[in-house]
């Protein structure tokens, strides 16, 4: 048997297994399985894997994408340039570390974007990051990629270019695309949302939401109420699942 699963601290919300049940039937792996691994410490991580060892592959979660690169052996190229990790392959005792975020993230920006640059003509769209953790910088990777400018919010001065206190109408005058990369609003806090002068939204504003569990958050709510278009993370999960199969069998050179 061939055994896959994610790594996290609390996975109540996953939807992982239901999105790699038709990628293994695909495969015509019948006797695969995925599994939900709640670690209470990251550092548990080597004794999870001694004690399966039909493991292939592991996806991560909140808060493990940046604790667990030093257990592993090495990194592709991508998973370096970000500092995070949310799959590992584990092959002939070696573990692997790549970032499927910012494959899931080109694909569900990308829309966007578009849409934002037809707005725009020639001006190019800016971006506000919401939250300074592992996914953000997966996405700060891509936007920069993309050559849109873009700013973090952050609880820290030194994680961030703004603390949450200088968000205001005038920053969100500015950043028309909005990426909520924090946990605030997932199941089963579904009645918080990132601090914001939702009221300075228009109809002109995008609101990517990388939660998907609810489907509909709070976040997102509010910046339909405004006008604004708005999406969830679904995109980027289903996206995010083909890129880390391909990594476990078919890793990229790096």
């Keep these: 048997m061939e055994r896959y699963g994610l790594i996290g601290r609390s996975l109540g919300h996953s939807r992982s297994p239901e999105l790699f049940a038709p990628i293994f039937a695909r495969e015509g792996l019948t006797r695969a399985g995925y599994t939900l691994f709640e670690l209470e410490r990251v550092e548990d991580l080597p004794a999870l894997i001694a004690a399966h060892p ?20 090495g990194l592709s190229a ?18 692997l570390g790549h ?22 003509g020639a001006v190019r769209p800016r971006a506000l990051v919401l939250g300074s953790g592992g ?8 936007l920069r990629e993309l050559g849109v400018r873009f700013r973090v919010v952050s609880r820290s001065r030194e994680r961030g270019d703004l603390l949450w206190e200088q968000v205001d109408r005038t920053v969100l005058g500015v950043c028309r695309l909005i990426v909520n990369t924090t946990p605030l609003g997932m199941w089963p806090r579904v009645d918080e949302a990132p601090t914001l002068p939702y009221e300075a939204l228009t109809d002109r504003h ?4 990388l939660v998907y569990n609810p489907e509909d958050t709070l976040f997102m709510q509010r ?31 790096g």
């Design 54 to 73: 039909d493991l292939r592959g592991l996806n991560v979660t909140i808060p493990y994408k940046q604790a667990v690169v030093p257990l592993l052996h």
């Design 78 to 95: 991508e998973a370096a340039a970000v500092g995070a990790v949310n799959s590992i392959r584990i092959q002939e005792g070696r573990w």
């Design 99 to 120: 970032n499927t975020d910012i494959d899931g993230f080109r694909a569900l920006v990308d829309p966007h974007l578009r849409d934002l640059s037809a707005q725009g």
């Design 135 to 142: 996914a953000s910088r997966a996405v700060a990777y891509v």
């Design 206 to 209: 995008h609101l990517i939401d």
């Design 223 to 253: 910046g339909r109420m405004a006008g604004a278009t708005v999406e969830n993370g679904l995109v980027m999960l289903r996206a995010q699942a083909e890129a880390a199969w391909r990594w476990w069998h078919d890793p990229p050179a």
